[in-house]
């Protein structure tokens, strides 16, 4: 098979599912410092994520995924984990990867270093600093 950039030119749309998009808005604007763009009742909230469209998108039942669904590379990892900590999110600890350092962020083998947490779904969300 010949390799062809099918999408590879294409823009990404990301996507997050919600059962309160009330909460999910002060959320993703109030507290992440995402851009509105669109309120689509009862359909959609459409941020920018940095050029990047999210559509957290209003669903009837949601079982949040055990993995992260949406992450952000960040320049200070230690600093987005206390700005956010301050504005009252509260990061995930894991036996064995983060639960013994002063902050809850992990350095992975390759050197990245990793935080996650919850949106108000519970869908896991991570911060990157590479």
Known sequence: MKNVAILGG???VAF??????????????????????????PFALVFDANGTMLRVTTVREHTAAPFTVLGWEVAS????????????????????LNDS????????????????FHDPDKNVLSLTQF
Request: aromatic share 10%; proline share 11%; hydrophobic share 45%.
């Open 77 to 96: 990892i230690e600093s987005t984990v206390e700005q956010l900590t301050a504005a009252g999110v509260e990061f995930l600890r894991f036996p064995g």
């Open 101 to 116: 350092t002063p902050l809850p962020i992990w350095t992975a083998p390759g050197g990245a270093r990793i935080a996650w």
């Open 16 to 41: 997050a599912p919600t059962t309160d998009p009330a909460k999910a808005r002060a959320f993703y604007e109030s507290v992440l410092g995402l851009r509105l763009v669109s309120d689509e009742p």
């Open 10 to 12: 294409s823009k990404l």
